[in-house]
C-alpha cells in the first residue's frame, strides 16, 4: 500500500508525528527510536512505512530503517500481539537488544517494556526464535557474542560466591563488547573495591 514517504516534518508529539507530503499532512506513528533520529521540524524527512487497516481505524506506522520494519511485521505476525504493543516494544528496545533477547532468551529484558507480561514475553521469544537472526546477522551475531561472554562472566562471579544481584551490578558498567577474562578482572575490581 503505502512503502514509504518522504516530505517535510511538520509536527513533533511522541509518538505520533505530522509529515508534509506536497501538501497533504500523514499523521504518522513512529516508535522512539525512530523519533530520536528524526531531524528538527521544517527539515525533510524519508520513512519507511506499514499501513494498518482496521475496521475502526486506519493507522500508519514509521520507521528510519529497513530492519525496525521488518521486526515491526515479524512482532504483528505474532497471536495476541496488535500494532501498539509492537511499537512500544521497539520503543522500548532497539532491533539489535529485541535480536539479543530473542537470541539469548531473556525474558527479563522484554518485561521491562510498559504492557509486556512474563507469558507475553515468552511467546515472544519463542515466536521470534531465529527470525530476527536472518534479517539482522551481524547485529545478532555480535549480540550473541557480547552476551555470551556477559553470561561467562556472571558464572564466573557466581561461581566465586558473589550473589546474583552482586554480580549484576558489577555486570552493568562494563562495555558490551568485552572479553571474558578481561571482565571477570574488572568486575572482581569493581566488587573489592564496594
Known amino acids: ?8 516534518l511538520a509536527e513533533k508529539n511522541p509518538p505520533q508525528i505530522l509529515l508534509d507530503v506536497h501538501g497533504i499532512g500523514y499523521e504518522v506513528d513512529v516508535p522512539m527510536s525512530t523519533f530520536y533520529n528524526l531531524p528538527a521540524t521544517g527539515e525533510k524527512v524519508s520513512l519507511l512505512t506499514h499501513f494498518v487497516v482496521r475496521e475502526d481505524a486506519q493507522i500508519l506506522f514509521g520507521f528510519g530503517s529497513e530492519s525496525e520494519r521488518f521486526a515491526f511485521r515479524q512482532l504483528l505476525k505474532i497471536s495476541g500481539v496488535g500494532a501498539r504493543t509492537a511499537l512500544s516494544i521497539l520503543s522500548g528496545l532497539s532491533v539489535a537488544d529485541l535480536a539479543h533477547a530473542v537470541a539469548m532468551q531473556e525474558a527479563g529484558r522484554l518485561t521491562k517494556v510498559p504492557g509486556i507480561g512474563k507469558k507475553t514475553a515468552e511467546r515472544l521469544l519463542l515466536e521470534l526464535k531465529g527470525k530476527l537472526a536472518e534479517v539482522l546477522p551481524a547485529a545478532s551475531a555480535a ?23 552482586e554480580a549484576q551490578l558489577a555486570l552493568k558498567p562494563l562495555p558490551a563488547d568485552i572479553g571474558t577474562s ?13
Open 1 to 8: 500500500m503505502i512503502g514509504r514517504l518522504t516530505g517535510t
Open 143 to 165: 549480540a550473541t557474542v557480547a552476551g555470551d561472554n556477559r553470561h561467562d562472566i556472571l558464572n564466573a562471579l557466581l561461581a566465586l560466591g558473589y550473589s546474583d544481584k
Open 182 to 194: 578481561d571482565g571477570i578482572r574488572q568486575a572482581l575490581k569493581l566488587l573489592s573495591k564496594a
